[in-house]
């Protein structure tokens, strides 16, 4: 790169490889809490992630703030949901045929159900609501990701997990309100 020109890649550039980064905000201290990373993101995945996240405090009552993702209302999910808070498989019913497992709906029911210690927080569509978390994302791409040079998934992933490690030692809380009343009017000026 040069002052003035266009940024460019090498045309002998060489993609080593992509990882799927499962990132945990525990909203309380500000913290990124049993990070998982992955070559795929199905719903064993996620399930395996909800699973080493309970595993930091295993007797604890969880709330999980997620959006609508499918995989966020997985079988899978729901059957590991069942297992850690002691209910039987036996009634909850076949996935596409009856009970708990018949639909996405009966599972998202159960995953959101307030007397588990273990439950789900869906975000209605098209909200904001899990900024804090893209607000993290972005901070890694920016200091990580951006102009990164990996040999390897691997060193990719332990520069991931470095960052995590440092943010961490310095990790808050978010402190960010909304009084409810609008910045701006449509066709106005923004008012602050």
């Known amino acids: 790169m040069r002052p003035g020109m266009v940024e460019r890649r090498e045309f002998n550039y060489e993609r080593h490889g992509t990882t799927c ?21 199905t719903e064993a995945d996620f399930a395996k992630n ?5 595993a930091t405090d295993p007797l604890a009552e969880w709330q999980f703030v997620t959006d609508n993702l499918n995989t966020h209302l997985s079988v899978t999910l729901v059957l590991l ?3 850690l808070c002691g209910i039987s498989h036996a009634g909850l019913g076949k996935k596409g045929k009856r009970g708990v497992l018949k639909s996405q709906a009966t599972r998202r029911a159960f995953l959101e159900d307030e007397t588990h210690r273990i439950r789900f927080v ?32 691997a060193e990719l992933n332990a520069a991931i997990l470095n960052y ?9 809380p978010m402190n960010w309100k909304y009084d ?6 449509l066709g106005e000026r923004m008012v602050n």
Not at 50 to 54: A, F, L, V
Not at 180 to 185: I, L
């Open 122 to 153: 869906y975000t209605p569509k098209h909200c904001s609501w899990l900024n804090q978390i893209e607000i993290w994302f972005s901070g890694l791409s920016r200091r990580v990701l951006a102009r990164g040079d990996f040999r390897s998934v």
């Open 81 to 83: 949901v069942a297992t």
């Open 164 to 172: 995590i490690t440092y943010y961490n030692t310095t990790a808050r």
């Open 50 to 54: 909800i699973e080493q996240i309970i």
């Open 180 to 185: 409810g009343t609008p910045k701006m009017k």
């Open 21 to 41: 980064l499962f990132g945990n905000l525990n909203v309380a201290t500000g913290e990124i809490i049993a990070p998982m990373l992955n070559e795929t993101r």
